[in-house]
Protein backbone atom coordinates (compact mmCIF):
# COMPACT_ATOMS: atom_id res chain seq x y z
CA UNK A 1 0.00 0.00 0.00
CA UNK A 2 1.66 3.59 -1.06
CA UNK A 3 1.40 6.12 1.70
CA UNK A 4 -1.63 8.61 1.01
CA UNK A 5 0.42 12.09 -0.36
CA UNK A 6 -0.89 14.99 1.47
CA UNK A 7 -0.96 18.74 1.11
CA UNK A 8 -1.63 20.79 4.37
CA UNK A 9 -2.50 24.49 4.03
CA UNK A 10 -2.55 26.08 7.12
CA UNK A 11 0.81 24.12 8.14
CA UNK A 12 1.47 26.90 10.93
CA UNK A 13 -1.47 26.88 12.86
CA UNK A 14 -3.12 25.24 15.65
CA UNK A 15 -5.16 22.60 13.42
CA UNK A 16 -1.73 22.16 11.33
CA UNK A 17 0.27 21.35 14.15
CA UNK A 18 -2.10 18.70 15.42
CA UNK A 19 -2.02 17.21 11.93
CA UNK A 20 1.17 17.28 11.76
CA UNK A 21 1.13 14.84 14.97
CA UNK A 22 -1.10 12.52 13.20
CA UNK A 23 1.13 12.28 10.12
CA UNK A 24 4.58 11.70 12.50
CA UNK A 25 2.35 8.59 13.69
CA UNK A 26 1.40 7.48 10.44
CA UNK A 27 5.03 7.86 8.39
CA UNK A 28 3.89 4.63 6.41
CA UNK A 29 0.09 5.49 5.62
CA UNK A 30 0.51 9.53 5.00
CA UNK A 31 3.35 11.41 3.46
CA UNK A 32 3.05 14.93 3.76
CA UNK A 33 4.24 16.47 0.25
CA UNK A 34 3.30 20.42 0.36
CA UNK A 35 2.85 22.82 3.12
CA UNK A 36 1.76 26.26 3.23
CA UNK A 37 1.42 28.97 5.79
CA UNK A 38 0.80 32.84 5.73
CA UNK A 39 3.96 34.91 7.96
CA UNK A 40 5.36 32.64 10.39
CA UNK A 41 8.06 31.61 7.35
CA UNK A 42 10.24 30.12 10.06
CA UNK A 43 8.32 27.35 11.69
CA UNK A 44 6.89 26.65 8.00
CA UNK A 45 10.51 26.08 6.95
CA UNK A 46 11.30 24.12 10.44
CA UNK A 47 8.37 21.65 9.26
CA UNK A 48 9.42 21.53 5.59
CA UNK A 49 12.97 19.98 7.00
CA UNK A 50 11.22 17.63 9.44
CA UNK A 51 9.19 16.02 6.63
CA UNK A 52 11.58 16.72 3.70
CA UNK A 53 8.98 18.91 2.11
CA UNK A 54 9.91 20.39 -1.75
CA UNK A 55 6.92 22.11 -2.41
CA UNK A 56 5.95 25.21 -0.54
CA UNK A 57 4.09 28.31 -0.30
CA UNK A 58 4.04 31.50 1.32
CA UNK A 59 0.93 33.56 1.46
CA UNK A 60 2.98 36.72 3.32
CA UNK A 61 4.73 38.82 0.20
CA UNK A 62 6.67 40.27 3.24
CA UNK A 63 7.23 36.26 4.61
CA UNK A 64 8.07 35.08 0.89
CA UNK A 65 10.48 37.73 0.70
CA UNK A 66 12.16 37.28 3.78
CA UNK A 67 12.48 33.42 3.54
CA UNK A 68 14.05 33.74 0.20
CA UNK A 69 16.83 35.57 1.72
CA UNK A 70 17.30 32.81 4.07
CA UNK A 71 16.92 29.49 2.02
CA UNK A 72 19.02 27.48 4.75
CA UNK A 73 15.71 27.43 7.06
CA UNK A 74 14.25 25.48 3.68
CA UNK A 75 15.28 21.45 2.28
CA UNK A 76 17.58 21.53 -0.26
CA UNK A 77 16.09 22.32 -3.72
CA UNK A 78 12.85 23.08 -2.49
CA UNK A 79 10.04 25.35 -4.32
CA UNK A 80 8.98 28.19 -2.59
CA UNK A 81 5.97 30.11 -3.94
CA UNK A 82 3.89 33.26 -3.56
CA UNK A 83 0.35 34.19 -2.92
CA UNK A 84 -2.83 33.34 -3.59
CA UNK A 85 -1.45 31.32 -6.53
CA UNK A 86 1.22 29.49 -4.57
CA UNK A 87 -1.56 28.42 -2.69
CA UNK A 88 -3.72 27.44 -6.16
CA UNK A 89 -0.12 25.79 -6.94
CA UNK A 90 0.20 23.64 -3.79
CA UNK A 91 -3.14 22.62 -3.50
CA UNK A 92 -3.41 20.74 -7.02
CA UNK A 93 -0.05 19.05 -7.71
CA UNK A 94 -0.61 16.26 -9.41
CA UNK A 95 0.95 13.91 -7.14
CA UNK A 96 -1.12 15.02 -4.00
CA UNK A 97 -3.62 12.77 -2.94
CA UNK A 98 -5.53 14.77 -0.44
CA UNK A 99 -5.82 18.46 0.64
CA UNK A 100 -5.56 19.55 4.44
CA UNK A 101 -7.54 22.71 4.81
CA UNK A 102 -6.40 24.79 7.33
CA UNK A 103 -6.41 28.42 6.77
CA UNK A 104 -8.29 30.85 8.82
CA UNK A 105 -10.76 33.09 6.97
CA UNK A 106 -11.70 33.08 3.27
CA UNK A 107 -8.04 32.88 1.81
CA UNK A 108 -9.12 29.07 1.81
CA UNK A 109 -12.16 29.35 -0.88
CA UNK A 110 -10.35 29.39 -3.81
CA UNK A 111 -7.66 26.63 -3.12
CA UNK A 112 -10.09 24.00 -1.59
CA UNK A 113 -12.24 24.47 -4.77
CA UNK A 114 -9.62 24.34 -7.16
CA UNK A 115 -8.49 21.10 -5.11
CA UNK A 116 -12.11 19.81 -5.42
CA UNK A 117 -12.22 20.19 -9.01
CA UNK A 118 -8.65 18.84 -9.22
CA UNK A 119 -10.54 15.67 -7.99
CA UNK A 120 -8.28 16.14 -4.71
CA UNK A 121 -10.05 14.08 -1.82
CA UNK A 122 -10.49 17.32 1.04
CA UNK A 123 -9.76 17.45 4.37
CA UNK A 124 -11.45 20.87 5.80
CA UNK A 125 -11.01 22.55 9.10
CA UNK A 126 -11.89 26.14 7.26
CA UNK A 127 -15.31 27.39 8.95
CA UNK A 128 -15.26 29.57 5.75
CA UNK A 129 -14.94 27.52 3.47
CA UNK A 130 -18.82 25.99 3.92
CA UNK A 131 -20.19 28.80 5.58
CA UNK A 132 -19.30 31.28 2.66
CA UNK A 133 -19.61 28.83 -0.41
CA UNK A 134 -21.33 25.81 0.52
CA UNK A 135 -23.13 26.06 -2.05
CA UNK A 136 -20.72 26.27 -4.65
CA UNK A 137 -17.99 23.82 -2.74
CA UNK A 138 -20.88 21.03 -2.07
CA UNK A 139 -22.00 20.88 -5.67
CA UNK A 140 -18.14 21.41 -6.97
CA UNK A 141 -17.95 18.04 -4.61
CA UNK A 142 -21.24 16.02 -6.24
CA UNK A 143 -19.88 16.48 -9.80
CA UNK A 144 -16.48 15.18 -8.76
CA UNK A 145 -17.70 12.76 -6.79
CA UNK A 146 -15.64 13.47 -4.08
CA UNK A 147 -16.40 13.85 0.00
CA UNK A 148 -15.66 16.41 2.30
CA UNK A 149 -14.26 15.10 5.32
CA UNK A 150 -14.98 17.49 7.89
CA UNK A 151 -11.81 17.99 10.33
CA UNK A 152 -14.34 19.90 13.05
CA UNK A 153 -15.07 17.66 15.99
CA UNK A 154 -18.76 18.40 15.63
CA UNK A 155 -18.80 17.39 11.86
CA UNK A 156 -16.53 14.72 12.09
CA UNK A 157 -18.54 13.22 15.10
CA UNK A 158 -21.49 13.76 12.47
CA UNK A 159 -19.63 11.69 9.79
CA UNK A 160 -18.51 9.11 11.63
CA UNK A 161 -22.57 8.43 12.83
CA UNK A 162 -23.87 8.94 9.33
CA UNK A 163 -21.46 7.19 7.57
CA UNK A 164 -22.98 4.16 5.43
CA UNK A 165 -26.66 5.07 6.77
CA UNK A 166 -29.46 6.21 4.22
CA UNK A 167 -30.22 9.82 4.51
CA UNK A 168 -34.56 8.81 5.07
CA UNK A 169 -32.63 7.13 8.48
CA UNK A 170 -31.77 10.65 9.80
CA UNK A 171 -33.95 12.61 12.50
CA UNK A 172 -31.89 14.95 13.43
CA UNK A 173 -28.32 16.25 13.76
CA UNK A 174 -27.31 17.03 17.57
CA UNK A 175 -24.13 19.30 17.36
CA UNK A 176 -22.58 19.30 21.14
CA UNK A 177 -20.80 22.58 22.35
CA UNK A 178 -18.92 23.12 25.63
CA UNK A 179 -20.47 26.21 25.84
CA UNK A 180 -17.33 28.18 26.43
CA UNK A 181 -15.58 29.19 29.55
CA UNK A 182 -18.80 31.93 30.27
CA UNK A 183 -21.58 29.36 30.01
CA UNK A 184 -22.05 29.92 33.69
CA UNK A 185 -22.14 33.38 33.95
CA UNK A 186 -25.22 35.46 34.27
CA UNK A 187 -25.86 38.11 31.98
CA UNK A 188 -24.87 40.95 34.51
CA UNK A 189 -21.46 39.27 35.08
CA UNK A 190 -21.04 39.20 30.93
CA UNK A 191 -21.52 42.48 30.93
CA UNK A 192 -17.90 43.06 32.27
CA UNK A 193 -15.84 40.42 30.32
CA UNK A 194 -12.43 41.40 29.06
CA UNK A 195 -10.47 39.93 26.35
CA UNK A 196 -8.21 38.08 28.52
CA UNK A 197 -11.06 36.60 29.97
CA UNK A 198 -12.12 35.39 26.50
CA UNK A 199 -8.86 34.25 25.24
CA UNK A 200 -8.89 31.24 27.89
CA UNK A 201 -10.71 27.95 26.82
CA UNK A 202 -10.98 25.11 29.64
CA UNK A 203 -11.21 22.22 27.41
CA UNK A 204 -9.66 23.27 23.95
CA UNK A 205 -6.31 24.63 22.88
CA UNK A 206 -7.69 26.67 19.61
CA UNK A 207 -6.23 30.46 17.79
CA UNK A 208 -7.74 33.58 20.21
CA UNK A 209 -10.74 34.28 17.15
CA UNK A 210 -12.12 30.71 17.45
CA UNK A 211 -11.33 30.76 21.45
CA UNK A 212 -13.45 34.10 21.69
CA UNK A 213 -16.26 32.33 19.33
CA UNK A 214 -16.41 29.40 21.44
CA UNK A 215 -17.03 32.00 24.32
CA UNK A 216 -19.93 33.24 22.63
CA UNK A 217 -21.50 30.19 20.92
CA UNK A 218 -20.90 32.31 17.58
CA UNK A 219 -18.19 29.15 16.66
CA UNK A 220 -21.39 26.53 17.34
CA UNK A 221 -23.52 29.08 14.81
CA UNK A 222 -20.97 28.89 12.37
CA UNK A 223 -20.80 24.61 12.74
CA UNK A 224 -24.62 24.77 12.52
CA UNK A 225 -24.27 26.22 9.14
CA UNK A 226 -21.17 23.89 8.09
CA UNK A 227 -23.60 21.22 8.97
CA UNK A 228 -26.00 22.02 6.95
CA UNK A 229 -23.72 22.06 3.90
CA UNK A 230 -22.35 18.95 4.56
CA UNK A 231 -25.10 17.03 5.52
CA UNK A 232 -28.26 18.55 3.72
CA UNK A 233 -30.21 19.24 6.36
CA UNK A 234 -32.09 22.34 7.16
CA UNK A 235 -31.94 24.31 10.66
CA UNK A 236 -35.13 23.08 11.96
CA UNK A 237 -33.04 19.41 12.00
CA UNK A 238 -30.00 20.23 13.57
CA UNK A 239 -30.09 20.82 16.88
CA UNK A 240 -27.01 22.35 19.33
CA UNK A 241 -26.84 21.10 23.40
CA UNK A 242 -24.52 22.23 25.62
CA UNK A 243 -22.14 19.43 26.84
CA UNK A 244 -19.37 21.50 28.99
CA UNK A 245 -16.82 17.98 29.14
CA UNK A 246 -16.59 18.12 25.65
CA UNK A 247 -16.62 13.96 25.26
CA UNK A 248 -19.43 13.29 23.48
CA UNK A 249 -18.32 15.36 20.03
CA UNK A 250 -21.63 15.57 18.63
CA UNK A 251 -24.99 12.63 17.71
CA UNK A 252 -27.31 11.55 15.24
CA UNK A 253 -31.15 10.92 16.03
CA UNK A 254 -32.61 8.39 14.07
CA UNK A 255 -36.43 7.85 12.66
CA UNK A 256 -36.39 5.25 14.96
CA UNK A 257 -35.43 7.10 18.12
CA UNK A 258 -32.03 6.13 18.56
CA UNK A 259 -28.88 8.44 18.85
CA UNK A 260 -25.51 7.48 17.61
CA UNK A 261 -22.76 9.29 19.06
CA UNK A 262 -18.77 9.45 18.88
CA UNK A 263 -17.12 9.46 22.08
CA UNK A 264 -13.06 10.21 22.83
CA UNK A 265 -11.35 13.05 24.67
CA UNK A 266 -10.83 17.00 23.11
CA UNK A 267 -7.84 16.13 21.34
CA UNK A 268 -7.98 17.17 17.28
CA UNK A 269 -5.74 14.72 16.87
CA UNK A 270 -9.21 12.47 16.81
CA UNK A 271 -11.00 14.14 13.93
CA UNK A 272 -8.24 14.77 11.95
CA UNK A 273 -6.68 11.08 12.28
CA UNK A 274 -10.14 10.00 11.24
CA UNK A 275 -10.18 12.25 8.24
CA UNK A 276 -6.85 11.51 6.86
CA UNK A 277 -6.89 7.76 7.25
CA UNK A 278 -10.61 7.41 6.28
CA UNK A 279 -11.85 4.62 5.21
CA UNK A 280 -8.96 3.12 6.98
CA UNK A 281 -8.00 3.18 10.81
CA UNK A 282 -4.90 2.81 13.17
CA UNK A 283 -4.09 3.51 16.54
CA UNK A 284 -4.83 6.55 18.20
CA UNK A 285 -2.07 9.82 18.74
CA UNK A 286 -3.38 9.79 22.60
CA UNK A 287 -5.05 7.11 24.28
CA UNK A 288 -9.06 7.54 24.78
CA UNK A 289 -11.44 7.64 27.24
CA UNK A 290 -11.27 5.82 30.74
CA UNK A 291 -14.26 4.45 31.47
CA UNK A 292 -12.00 2.56 34.72
CA UNK A 293 -12.81 6.10 36.65
CA UNK A 294 -15.92 7.67 37.04
CA UNK A 295 -17.04 9.59 33.80
CA UNK A 296 -19.98 12.27 34.65
CA UNK A 297 -21.24 13.47 30.96
CA UNK A 298 -24.07 16.34 31.02
CA UNK A 299 -25.86 17.86 28.76
CA UNK A 300 -28.41 21.05 28.76
CA UNK A 301 -29.65 23.03 26.31
CA UNK A 302 -28.51 26.50 25.28
CA UNK A 303 -29.56 29.92 26.78
CA UNK A 304 -29.99 32.00 23.57
CA UNK A 305 -30.80 35.15 25.82
CA UNK A 306 -26.96 34.54 26.77
CA UNK A 307 -25.99 33.68 23.79
CA UNK A 308 -27.81 35.41 21.03
CA UNK A 309 -24.66 34.47 18.10
CA UNK A 310 -25.72 31.13 18.09
CA UNK A 311 -29.60 32.05 17.92
CA UNK A 312 -28.72 34.42 15.08
CA UNK A 313 -26.80 31.73 13.11
CA UNK A 314 -30.25 29.81 13.11
CA UNK A 315 -31.48 33.34 11.88
CA UNK A 316 -29.06 33.23 8.88
CA UNK A 317 -29.25 30.22 8.05
CA UNK A 318 -33.32 30.33 7.46
CA UNK A 319 -32.99 33.37 5.94
CA UNK A 320 -30.46 31.57 3.11
CA UNK A 321 -27.89 33.24 0.45
CA UNK A 322 -25.34 34.89 1.34
CA UNK A 323 -26.84 34.88 4.94
CA UNK A 324 -24.33 33.11 6.57
CA UNK A 325 -21.56 35.35 4.57
CA UNK A 326 -23.00 38.21 6.74
CA UNK A 327 -23.18 36.89 10.02
CA UNK A 328 -19.69 35.26 9.66
CA UNK A 329 -17.98 38.60 8.24
CA UNK A 330 -20.19 40.83 10.99
CA UNK A 331 -18.82 38.54 13.92
CA UNK A 332 -15.26 39.06 12.57
CA UNK A 333 -15.79 42.58 12.84
CA UNK A 334 -17.11 42.58 16.24
CA UNK A 335 -14.63 40.17 17.47
CA UNK A 336 -12.01 42.10 16.04
CA UNK A 337 -13.61 45.02 17.77
CA UNK A 338 -13.85 43.27 21.38
CA UNK A 339 -10.11 42.32 21.32
CA UNK A 340 -8.85 45.94 20.39
CA UNK A 341 -11.14 47.21 23.19
CA UNK A 342 -13.56 49.24 21.14
CA UNK A 343 -16.88 47.40 22.08
CA UNK A 344 -18.22 45.62 25.29
CA UNK A 345 -18.39 41.40 25.15
CA UNK A 346 -21.92 41.75 24.64
CA UNK A 347 -22.19 44.16 21.96
CA UNK A 348 -20.44 41.10 19.61
CA UNK A 349 -23.80 40.00 19.04
CA UNK A 350 -25.47 43.43 18.62
CA UNK A 351 -23.01 43.92 15.91
CA UNK A 352 -23.90 40.90 14.19
CA UNK A 353 -27.72 41.45 14.50
CA UNK A 354 -27.31 45.04 13.26
CA UNK A 355 -25.03 43.67 10.37
CA UNK A 356 -27.79 41.58 9.34
CA UNK A 357 -30.76 43.44 9.50
CA UNK A 358 -28.85 46.09 7.51
CA UNK A 359 -27.06 43.88 4.92
CA UNK A 360 -29.00 43.19 1.68
CA UNK A 361 -29.51 38.98 1.51
CA UNK A 362 -29.43 37.56 -1.97
CA UNK A 363 -29.37 34.04 -3.35
CA UNK A 364 -25.73 34.31 -4.91
CA UNK A 365 -24.61 32.89 -8.41
CA UNK A 366 -20.90 32.71 -7.93
CA UNK A 367 -18.03 32.96 -5.69
CA UNK A 368 -17.86 36.47 -6.28
CA UNK A 369 -20.95 37.72 -5.88
CA UNK A 370 -21.00 36.21 -2.00
CA UNK A 371 -17.16 37.71 -1.22
CA UNK A 372 -19.15 40.85 -2.72
CA UNK A 373 -21.55 40.72 0.44
CA UNK A 374 -18.94 39.53 2.30
CA UNK A 375 -17.08 42.76 2.11
CA UNK A 376 -20.39 44.82 1.96
CA UNK A 377 -20.97 42.93 5.65
CA UNK A 378 -17.91 44.27 6.64
CA UNK A 379 -18.40 47.62 5.79
CA UNK A 380 -21.58 47.70 7.68
CA UNK A 381 -20.13 45.84 10.76
CA UNK A 382 -17.73 48.83 10.94
CA UNK A 383 -20.60 51.05 11.14
CA UNK A 384 -22.42 49.08 13.18
CA UNK A 385 -19.03 48.58 15.88
CA UNK A 386 -18.82 52.77 15.67
CA UNK A 387 -22.40 53.09 17.05
CA UNK A 388 -21.80 50.80 20.53
CA UNK A 389 -17.94 52.06 20.70
CA UNK A 390 -17.41 52.89 24.26
CA UNK A 391 -17.17 57.01 23.95
MG1 LIG B 1 -15.82 22.59 16.70
Not at 87 to 97: C, F, M, N, S
Not at 126 to 137: D, Q, R, T, W, Y
Request: proline letters at 5%; glycine letters at 6%.
Amino acid sequence: MSAKKIALLGATGSIGENTLAVLRNHPGRLQLCAVAGAKRWKELGAIAREFDVKEIAIYDEAAFQEALKEPEHFPAGANIRLGMQGLLDVATLPQIDMLVMAIVGTTGLQPTLAAIKAGKQIALASKEVLVLAGKFVMAAAREKDIKILPLDSEHNAIFQCLDREPKKHVDRLILTASGGQFRDYTLEQMQTILPEDALVNPNWDMGPKVTVDSSTMANKGLEVIEAHWLFDMPPERIDVVVHPQSIVHSMVQFVDGAVLAELSPPSMTFPIQHSLLYPERDDGVHKTVDFSKTLQLDFRAPDLKRFPALGLAYRALREGGVGGAIFNAANEVAVEAFLKRRIAYLDIPRVIEKTMDETENFEPESLEAVLGADAQARKNAASAVECFEKK
